[in-house]
């Protein structure tokens, strides 16, 4: 799993990386997306923030890639539980 957490000043900036970064996972909360496992993916974020993003950061912003590994432990609460949790339909 890799996480990717930033944070943006600039609403038109935010508004345009968000739009970027949605392509590839799904939000977990705001600014903090769950991206697949995948390094073809990875690498491509990568690149782009080095090749396309970093041209329009400034110094108040950040953007945090956290790759996980199968190892990590996660802990759920709240609604965030529910989301792996198996559905079971009864008839």
């Keep these: ?17 968000n739009k970027y970064i949605r392509r590839f996972g799904y939000m977990l909360q705001y600014s903090v997306y769950e991206i697949e496992n995948s390094e073809r993916i990875l690498s491509n974020v990568i690149t782009d923030l080095n ?14 890639i956290f790759h996980m590994s199968n190892s990590c432990e996660i802990m759920k609460y709240g609604y965030a539980k529910n989301e792996d949790a198996d559905l079971l339909i009864v008839n």
């Design 1 to 17: 799993m890799i996480i990717i957490s930033y944070d943006i000043s600039n609403d038109k900036k935010r508004a345009k990386f």
């Design 51 to 64: 090749n396309r993003w970093l041209k329009q950061f400034d110094q108040t912003d950040s953007v945090y």
